[in-house]
């Protein structure tokens, strides 16, 4: 039998009940397809209610309603594009308009650009930057206002095994996911004394659109799958643990942190 202290210390211990989120509101950026959608999928089954963002209205919006329809939650599909402010700052308005207030972002919206440093343009690094980087920068700012004056939020960014670990021909792709990590780690000590946490996933080689050009290929069967532990590609379903657990009550101990899910990529 459990004694009275066992009983006094399981009656503080709320369990699963930590990774649920119902009338929590989340905004996930690059939330159409991919990643984003699978995160965006997984809040949803935990009873969040979300703010699917693209650059294309159709795509967002068709994402949205299958969420809601699988869910059974307020989902709505939003344009915008990351890389403009005032894009961003329209849908902040729009999620506090519709739900009074923005729990949590989720920062999914991204491209790479593969190519040597010599072949790659400068026209073609901007552009990974301005996405990855200051796409995410960009949304961090649109929230951090809502949060603060509600005294909680959680922010989640995507960077990759790369922000960790080079790979050639990466250079502008691993840079901007670098700078996401460092971002993450500021953000995660400037916002911490106002209830806010800011942690990043990183993952590994999952089988996306933007791999699918290189699936099969010799190079990324040495170069990518060769460097994990599990020698396979991630399932989408496996990124949604990592995205509940940083968006929900759960996490209130972790900020600044990188959580990678990447088959052991970066364990070697």
């Known amino acids: 039998m459990i004694g009275s202290h ?10 699963i009940q930590l990774f649920q989120m119902p009338g929590h509101v989340a905004i996930v950026t690059g939330g159409s397809k991919g990643l984003g959608l699978a995160m965006a999928a997984g809040l ?7 703010l699917l963002l693209s650059r294309h ?24 594009d990351v890389t403009d402010p005032d894009s961003l700052e329209r849908a902040v308005a ?9 729990d949590i972002l989720l920062n999914s919206a991204g491209i790479n650009i593969r190519a040597p440093i010599d072949v790659l343009t400068h026209d073609q690094f901007d552009q990974v930057m301005k996405t990855n980087v200051y796409g995410t920068w960009n949304a961090c700012k649109a929230v951090v206002p809502s949060m603060k004056q509600a005294g909680y939020g959680r922010i989640i960014n ?7 670990v080079g790979l050639p021909d990466r250079s502008s792709y691993a840079t901007s996911k670098g700078a996401i990590v460092q971002l993450t780690r500021t953000l995660g000590l400037e916002l911490a004394p106002h ?3 800011c942690n990043a996933i990183c993952p590994g080689p999952f089988l996306t659109e933007i791999n699918l050009p290189i699936a099969n290929s010799e190079q990324a069967k040495q170069q990518i799958l060769g460097l994990t532990a599990l020698k396979r ?3 989408l379903k496996e990124i949604q643990g990592a995205a509940i657990y940083l968006a929900s009550p759960a996490s209130s101990y972790t900020t600044g942190s990188l959580l990678t899910v990447d088959a052991g990529w970066t364990a070697h």
Do not use: H, Y
């Not at 949803?44 to 979300?50: F, I, K, N, R, T």
């Not at 506090?96 to 923005?102: D, E």
């Open 6 to 15: 066992g009983d006094t210390v399981l009656g503080d211990l709320p369990g």
């Open 44 to 50: 949803a089954s935990a009873g969040a209610s979300v």
């Open 57 to 80: 209205e159709d795509d967002c919006t068709a994402a949205a309603k299958a969420v809601a329809e699988k869910f059974s939650v307020d989902a709505v599909g939003f344009q915008a």
């Open 94 to 102: 729009f999620a506090i308009n519709r739900w009074g207030k923005i």
């Open 158 to 164: 995507m960077s990759s095994a790369l922000g960790v």
């Open 195 to 197: 209830g806010i946490t």
């Open 233 to 235: 590609w991630g399932e």
